[in-house]
C-alpha cells in the first residue's frame, strides 16, 4: 500500500466523524437559545421546552447523515424542533398554555388584562396555529419560510395565521368589552 | 384594531414570554450529545505558551525540569473516603523496530498545528509560516506568513478558510491588544484592535482567542506579578494584577469588554459553547466554566492540585448527562495536601502521582473529586503524556520526547471507562516528537522534532522532523513531504 493510500484511508476511516461532531457543535452553539425560546413559545412550558429542544437535538444527530448541505443544518434542524413541539403538542392535546414569568417592563403599554386576554387566546390556539403564528411574529419568518418549515402549502400557511389572528383578535376584544362594561 | 396594531400586540406579547436564558443543563447535554471530542486535547499541553507558543520549546523544559527534580515514581496510597483502588499499570511489550524515514527528507520543522477536521489542518513552522491541507494531508499549502511573528499561541481555524489570531506586545503598558482575522486560509489577515490589557512591564502575561462560530469570539488576557506562594503552598506565586476580556458577535469586527472574565490563557474546549480556563500557575486552584461561549462564567475550586496550586494536564470533557468532568495530573512534588488550600509545604500529597477526576454538578460552582487514577508517566509515556478524548469516558494515551538514551518504545493506551481501567492497545513506535493526537486507535498523528538527542531503538539517532500520521496503531509512521 503507497502512503497517498494510506493517507486516504486514513481519511476515510476518520472521515466524516470528526467533521459531523464540529458540524453540530457549531449547530448547537448557534441555534441552540433561539430553538429552546421557540420551543418554550410553542408549548408554554419551560421544562417540556428543555425537554423536547434536547429530543430534538438528539434526533438531529442521528439523522445527521441525511443532512445533505450544512449550509442548511439551520433550517434542518429547525423543522426537527417543529416536527417535535407539534408531536408533543398534539399527545398532549393542549387546552391551555401555561407562560412562563412575567417580564417587568417589557410591554408596559398594555395592561395586565389586556396581556392576559393575548396569552389566553395565544394558548387557546390549535398546534397548527400556534406554530404558524409563533413562526411568523416571533422568528418574523416569510410565510415562504413557514411552509418550508412547517411542510404545509403556503396557502394552508396564510389560513393557519388568518384564523390564528381572528382568534386572537376575538379573545382580545372579548376583554375590552368585558372591560368596558365594568 | 387594524391588522397591524393586532400583529404589533402580538410580537410584544410573544417576545415578552420568551425565556431569556438557556437552562445550563439544556447546554450541557446538547454539547454531551456526540460525545464530544475536546477541542484542546493534549493531556501534557506543552503548548499556549504566552512567550512563543513552541510546544516543543515548553515540553523540553518540562521535561528537563521533572528530570532535575529527580521525581521518584512512587503511587501513593490515601485515606479518602472516596478513593477507588488504584488499578495495577499495565505491562509493556517487548520493543518493536522502527519505521520512520529518515529526516533528511522533512528538512521542515513543525512548530504547531490542529486538525480542524481529518480533511483540514494547519501547521505552523519554524519559520513562522502557515501551511493548509485540505485533502487529510495529502497535499499542502505554500507557506504563507503569519500576521505576526510574534503571536500569543496559535491561530485558531474554523475550517480551512476562516481563522483567527491574538497578538500583544510583551512589555508596554498598557498592552494593545489586537486581533487578526483571515477569511481564505491566512492568505490575507485583517487586524482588529480589540482594547488595551493593563500591564506592568516586565511581568507575565497572558492572552487568549477562541471562536465558537463565525460570529461569536472571546479575547482572555491577564496580566501577572510574582508574588508569594497561596497559603500553604511552597515556592513562588503569580498574583493577578489586572485581567480583562471582550466578546463579539460580529466575526471580530466589534468587540465588547467582559464584565468578569477569568484570568488565564490555559483555556479547554468540549463544544463550542462549553469551555473551561485554569490558572496559569499558581493562581489558586480555581477553575472557570463558561456554558455560553465565554459570555458568563461560573468559578469553582478544585479538590487537590498539588504543589504548585494550579492543575495540569488536562482532560476536560461533558458526560452523556451533562456533567462536566476535568481529569489533571498532581504534581508529584514535595507540598501539597489533600485539602485545597492546607497543604504543608514539604509535605507529601496523598494524591501526588495520582490522576484526580473531579466533577461538577452545578455547571462549576463547585467540584467534587469523583475518583482517582495512577498517573500514567511510570508506565513508559513519560513527561510528555499526551491523552486524547475521543469521547467521555473514552480515552488514548501516548507519549513522546523520548530520552536520549531510551530503547523503549513509548505505549499507547486506551481506557473505556474515564481511566479507571488502562489496556495497552500498541506502541507508538520510534517517533521523535510529541503525539499530536488520535482519531481512534488506530488513526493518530505526531510531530517529530529535530532534537539530534533521541534515538531509535536501534541506537540510530534519529534526525526526524515534521509530521506523521499513522494508521496502524501507531506501529509505523509515515511521514507527510513538504
Known amino acids: 500500500m503507497t502512503l497517498g493510500e494510506r493517507m486516504a484511508e486514513t481519511e476515510a476511516a476518520t472521515g466524516e466523524r470528526l467533521e459531523r461532531e464540529q458540524a453540530f457543535g457549531r449547530l448547537v452553539a448557534r441555534e441552540l437559545a433561539g430553538s429552546y425560546r421557540t420551543a418554550s413559545l410553542l408549548l408554554g412550558d419551560p421544562a417540556e421546552a428543555e425537554d423536547v429542544t434536547q429530543e430534538a437535538l438528539e434526533r438531529a444527530w442521528q439523522r445527521w447523515d441525511q443532512l445533505r448541505d450544512p449550509n442548511l443544518a439551520g433550517a434542518w434542524f429547525g423543522r426537527i424542533l417543529i416536527n417535535a413541539c407539534r408531536d408533543r403538542l398534539r399527545s398532549k392535546q393542549r387546552s391551555r398554555v401555561r407562560w412562563i414569568e412575567e417580564p417587568m417592563t417589557s410591554d408596559s403599554a398594555a395592561s395586565f388584562a389586556e396581556r392576559d386576554a393575548l396569552d389566553r387566546a395565544i394558548a387557546g390556539l390549535n398546534a397548527d396555529q400556534r406554530i404558524a403564528l409563533v413562526l411568523r411574529y416571533y422568528l418574523d419568518l416569510p410565510v415562504e419560510a413557514i411552509a418550508e418549515q412547517t411542510g404545509a402549502p403556503v396557502g394552508t400557511v396564510k389560513s393557519r395565521l388568518r384564523l390564528a389572528l381572528g382568534a386572537v383578535r376575538a379573545g382580545y376584544e372579548a376583554q375590552e368589552r368585558a372591560g368596558n362594561k365594568r | 384594531m387594524n391588522d397591524e396594531m393586532l ?14 436564558d438557556v437552562p445550563e443543563r439544556l447546554v450541557l447535554r446538547a454539547t454531551a450529545i456526540p460525545q464530544a471530542r475536546v477541542r484542546n486535547r493534549r493531556w501534557w499541553q506543552p503548548g499556549r505558551s504566552a512567550a512563543s507558543g513552541n510546544r516543543f520549546a515548553v515540553a523540553g523544559i518540562a521535561l528537563v525540569a521533572v528530570l532535575a527534580l529527580g521525581v521518584v515514581l512512587a503511587i ?29 527528507a522533512h528538512p521542515t520543522r513543525v512548530n504547531d498545528g490542529a486538525w480542524v477536521t481529518p480533511a483540514t489542518a494547519w501547521l505552523v513552522d519554524d519559520s513562522y509560516n502557515l501551511r493548509i491541507t485540505t485533502d487529510g494531508g495529502l497535499t499542502w499549502s505554500e507557506p504563507r506568513p503569519l500576521p505576526h511573528d510574534d503571536l500569543r499561541g496559535s491561530p485558531q481555524f474554523l475550517d480551512g478558510s476562516n481563522g483567527v489570531a491574538v497578538w500583544a506586545p510583551q512589555e508596554t503598558n498598557p498592552l494593545p491588544v489586537v486581533v487578526y482575522i483571515t477569511h481564505d486560509g491566512g492568505t490575507t489577515w485583517s487586524s482588529v484592535n480589540v482594547g488595551t490589557l493593563p500591564s506592568q512591564a516586565g511581568n507575565a502575561n497572558s492572552l487568549t482567542v ?20 497561596p497559603s500553604g503552598h511552597a515556592g513562588a506565586g503569580l498574583q493577578k494584577q489586572a485581567c480583562a476580556g471582550w466578546s463579539t458577535a460580529d466575526g471580530g469586527a466589534t468587540w465588547t469588554p467582559l464584565a468578569d472574565p477569568p484570568c488565564s490563557d490555559r483555556d479547554w474546549w468540549a463544544s463550542p459553547l462549553v469551555g473551561i480556563v485554569l490558572p496559569i500557575s499558581a493562581g489558586g486552584p480555581v477553575a472557570s466554566v463558561t456554558l455560553d461561549g465565554g459570555l458568563s462564567w461560573r468559578s469553582g475550586t478544585l479538590p487537590d492540585v498539588g504543589v504548585d496550586d494550579a492543575p495540569f494536564s488536562v482532560v476536560f470533557t461533558v458526560r452523556a448527562d451533562g456533567t462536566p468532568r476535568l481529569a489533571y495530573r498532581v504534581d508529584r512534588g514535595t507540598a501539597s495536601s489533600s485539602a485545597p488550600g492546607s497543604a504543608t509545604p514539604g509535605s507529601p500529597s496523598s494524591a501526588a502521582g495520582m ?88 488513526h493518530g498523528m505526531a ?10 531503538p536501534s541506537g540510530t539517532p534519529c534526525h526526524v522532523s515534521g509530521l ?11 511521514g507527510v513531504p513538504f
Open chain 2, 447 to 456: 510531530l517529530g522534532q529535530d532534537n539530534s538527542g533521541c534515538a531509535l
Open chain 2, 468 to 478: 506523521f500520521l499513522t494508521n496502524d496503531g501507531g506501529q509505523t509512521w509515515h
Open chain 2, 76 to 104: 501513593s496510597g490515601s485515606d479518602r473516603p472516596n478513593d477507588v483502588a488504584a488499578p495495577a499499570l499495565p505491562t509493556l511489550p517487548a520493543v518493536t523496530g522502527p519505521s520512520l524515514p529518515p529526516g533528511a
Open chain 2, 7 to 20: 400583529e404589533g400586540l402580538v410580537r410584544a406579547r410573544l417576545r415578552a414570554n420568551a425565556p431569556h
Open chain 2, 355 to 442: 490522576v484526580i477526576v473531579a466533577e461538577s454538578h452545578d455547571g462549576g460552582a463547585t467540584w467534587q473529586e469523583a475518583y482517582r487514577f495512577p498517573d500514567l508517566e511510570p508506565t513508559g509515556l513519560g513527561p510528555s503524556t499526551t491523552v486524547t478524548a475521543l469521547g467521555p469516558d473514552h480515552w488514548i494515551a501516548t507519549g513522546g520526547v523520548p530520552e536520549p538514551t531510551t530503547t523503549t518504545p513509548v505505549p499507547i493506551l486506551e481506557t473505556a471507562d474515564g481511566g479507571r481501567t488502562w489496556t495497552q492497545v500498541g506502541t507508538l513506535g520510534a517517533i521523535a516528537g510529541v503525539s499530536w493526537g488520535w482519531f481512534d486507535r488506530l
Open chain 2, 210 to 229: 477562541h471562536f465558537s462560530d463565525l460570529a461569536h469570539g472571546i479575547v482572555l488576557g491577564g496580566d501577572y506579578l510574582a508574588g508569594p506562594a
